[in-house]
C-alpha cells in the first residue's frame, strides 16, 4: 500500500490527529505535529508511513523498519526502533483498519470500472425493467424484462440481469456476473464472475430412463450486507429457495448447492463446497476447502477447520475439523495417536534390524 496508484491518494495527516481518530497514546507527544502520509507493512515503510506490528512472526520486520509511526500494543512496545514513534493501542491491527477505512474508504465497494454515470450506451436494459434514479450501469450489460433495481447500485460491465429479478439500493453487481430467478437486498456486493440462480444439480440417477432431471423451480433468496466473492456460484432451489442470511460473508469459487439455508452473519472462505438441502445455522465460520454432505445440520457459532470434509451434524457451537469431520479434540488425539504408533513400530523395526545384524 506504499503506493496506492489505483485509489486516491490519502490526505496528509499528523500524529496527533491519527492518535484522536484511533484513541491511540502517542507515547512522545512532543512528536504529535509529525506527518504521515500513507500507509504500509513494516517492511515497505519509510519515514511518511505508518505500520503496525502485533504478530511475533514479524518481529525482524519491526527491528529494521523505516516507518515514521507504527501502531503497537504495551506488550511490544519497548521493540520499536528508536526513531519510529510509537502509538500505543490496545487493538494495533484494528487501529489500522481504522485509519485505513478512513483514508481509502473509495476501496471499499467496487465502482464503476469505467466511470459511468447513469447507463452506458452499449447497455441493453428491457423496456419493461425499472430503475431507480442513481443506477449506473456499465458498457454490455444485459438486464432482462420486468427486473427492478434500487438506487446507488452498480451493475457491472457484461453483467446480465435475468427476467424478473429484483435487486435492492447500494449494491454491486461485478463484471460478467449473471443473475437469475433471485431476490437480493440492499448493499450486497457481487464480486465479478458470479453465476446465481441456474439450475441445482437435481437427477433421478440410474433410472432405466437414465439420469432424470428434476424440474428446480425455486429461486435465491440473499438478505442485506451479504458480499459474495469472485466466481462463487449459487443455485436456484428444486422445491424451497437457497436462501443467504443478513451479513455473510462468502470468499473467492464457493459453491452453494440448491436448497441451501445459510444463516445470519456466516463466514465462507474460498473453494468451500456445500451439496444441497443443507442448513447452516446463524455465525457459522467454515475454513478454505471445506465439504459438507447434503442434508446436513450446521448448528449456530459451529467452526469448521480448512480442507474438512463433514458428513454428519455439526451441534451448535462445534469445533470441527479432518476428514471425516469430527470434533478437534477428539481428531487431534486420533492423529497423535498414529504417529505415536508410526514411530513406536518405527523404532522396534529398527531395533529387530540392529539385533539380526549383530546375529
Known amino acids: 500500500m506504499a503506493q496506492p496508484i489505483f485509489y486516491k491518494s490519502p490526505p496528509s495527516s499528523t500524529l496527533a490527529e491519527i492518535a484522536a481518530l484511533t484513541k491511540a497514546h502517542l507515547v512522545d507527544p512532543e512528536r504529535g505535529a509529525q506527518q504521515i502520509r500513507g500507509l504500509a507493512s513494516l517492511d515497505e515503510a519509510g519515514p511518511m508511513h505508518l505500520a503496525f506490528f502485533d504478530n511475533l512472526k514479524y518481529a525482524d520486520q519491526l527491528a529494521a523498519t523505516r516507518a515514521g509511526a507504527c501502531l503497537v500494543s504495551p506488550r511490544f512496545e519497548a521493540q520499536v526502533p528508536k526513531g519510529v514513534a510509537v502509538l500505543r493501542a490496545a487493538k494495533p491491527f484494528h487501529a489500522f483498519v481504522q485509519i485505513a477505512r478512513e483514508w481509502h474508504a473509495d476501496s471499499l465497494r467496487p465502482q464503476s470500472w469505467f466511470g459511468t454515470e447513469g447507463i452506458a450506451p452499449s447497455a441493453i436494459i428491457d423496456p419493461t425493467a425499472q430503475l431507480e434514479d442513481g443506477v449506473i450501469v456499465d458498457p454490455l450489460a444485459v438486464i432482462g424484462p420486468r427486473v427492478e433495481i434500487g438506487s446507488g447500485t452498480i451493475i457491472g460491465a457484461g453483467a446480465v440481469i435475468g427476467a424478473d429479478v429484483k435487486i435492492g439500493r447500494d449494491c454491486n453487481v461485478g463484471a460478467k456476473t449473471t443473475i437469475q430467478f433471485a431476490l437480493i437486498g440492499n448493499n450486497v456486493l457481487i464480486h465479478p464472475g458470479c453465476n446465481i440462480g441456474q439450475d441445482g444439480y437435481g437427477f433421478i440417477f440410474f433410472s432405466s430412463e437414465g439420469h432424470i432431471k428434476v424440474p428446480q423451480t425455486g429461486r435465491v433468496l440473499i438478505q442485506n450486507n451479504v458480499e459474495v466473492g469472485s466466481g462463487s456460484t449459487i443455485d436456484r432451489g428444486s422445491l424451497r429457495d437457497t436462501m443467504i442470511g443478513e451479513g455473510t460473508k462468502i470468499d473467492n469459487q464457493v459453491q452453494i448447492g440448491h436448497n441451501v439455508t445459510i444463516g445470519r452473519h456466516c463466514l465462507l472462505a474460498a473453494q468451500i463446497g ?69 514411530r513406536d513400530n518405527a523404532a522396534e523395526a529398527k531395533g529387530e534390524s540392529k539385533g539380526e545384524g549383530q546375529e
Do not use: Y
Not at 443443507?278 to 467452526?303: E, P
Open 274 to 342: 456445500l451439496a444441497g438441502s443443507l442448513t447452516i445455522g446463524d455465525n457459522v465460520a467454515l475454513g478454505a476447502k471445506v465439504g459438507i454432505n447434503n442434508h446436513l445440520t450446521i448448528g449456530d457459532g459451529a467452526q469448521i477447520t480448512a480442507m474438512s470434509a463433514v458428513k454428519d451434524d455439526v451441534p451448535p457451537n462445534g469445533r470441527w475439523g479432518g476428514h471425516f469431520a469430527k470434533p478437534t479434540k477428539q481428531w487431534f488425539r486420533e492423529i497423535i495417536a498414529v504417529e505415536r504408533l508410526v
